[in-house]
T-cell receptor, first 114, second 110 residues
Framework: GAGVSQSPSNKVTEKGKDVELRCDPI?????LYWYRQSLGQGLEFLIY????????KSGLPSDRFSAERTGGSVSTLTIQRTQQEDSAVYLC????????????FGPGTRLTVT | RKEVEQDPGPFNVPEGATVAFNCTYS??????FFWYRQDCRKEPKLLMS?????NEDGRFTAQLNRASQYISLLIRDSKLSDSATYLC???????????WGAGTKLIIKP
């Protein structure tokens, strides 16, 4: 079946612009995670959605970052007024339910802020 | 101290050799542990879970040492296709958060 998809695969934007990243999880997966990975670093947790529960936004690095998940499926991560330090790969993962160690990742969006 | 620490490597290993690397974690209350594999410029994929009694999957063996708070991954008869970064993952305090190590890079040479 179809895996997790993300778009765009690459995004180059100018400092100060807003960007929107999209994630399409595996159908039926109730848990959805956003991570950020900088070069040579581990994954940094950003936000977690589980079903209709309130998301855990504790990993969002600043109020310029926000995310939503519509209808329990597609999720968008928005970064406002991008900064150069926002440059990274943004990975989305889904899981059949929260609390599972097995997460299925999308290919990521490589964001470059110039 | 980082919650999950790994030797970044790279480990340069000849094909057919056995290689092992460890990962240490800081939270003694952690209950679940995993190894993920990440190929260059690709997404992470689950390699194996790590059970208290240790577990094996083909050429791969994972061990957990709770007393010393580390997990290990051993790869026997290494193949060129094993070249990747291996990420150590520990379940955090919350029921759903995973804490990720920065990874150990493995290069298998012919």
């Amino acid at each position: 079946g179809a895996g997790v998809s993300q778009s765009p695969s690459n995004k180059v934007t100018e400092k100060g612009k807003d960007v929107e990243l999209r994630c399409d999880p595996i159908s039926g997966h109730t848990a959805l995670y956003w991570y950020r990975q900088s070069l040579g670093q581990g994954l940094e947790f950003l936000i977690y959605f589980q079903g209709n529960s309130a998301p855990d936004k504790s990993g969002l690095p600043s109020d310029r970052f926000s995310a939503e998940r519509t209808g329990g499926s597609v999720s968008t991560l928005t970064i406002q007024r991008t900064q150069q330090e926002d440059s990274a790969v943004y990975l989305c993962a889904s899981s059949p339910e929260g609390g599972r160690g097995e997460q299925y990742f999308g290919p990521g969006t490589r964001l470059t802020v110039t | 101290r980082k919650e999950v620490e790994q030797d970044p490597g790279p480990f340069n290993v000849p094909e057919g050799a056995t290689v092992a690397f460890n990962c240490t974690y800081s939270n003694s209350a952690s209950q679940s542990f995993f190894w993920y594999r990440q190929d260059c410029r690709k997404e992470p994929k689950l390699l194996m879970s790590v059970y208290s009694s240790g577990n094996e999957d083909g050429r791969f063996t994972a061990q957990l040492n709770r007393a010393s708070q580390y997990i290990s991954l051993l790869i026997r008869d290494s193949k060129l296709s094993d070249s990747a970064t291996y990420l150590c993952v520990v379940k955090g305090i919350s029921n759903y958060q995973l804490i990720w190590g920065a990874g150990t890079k493995l290069i298998i040479k012919p």
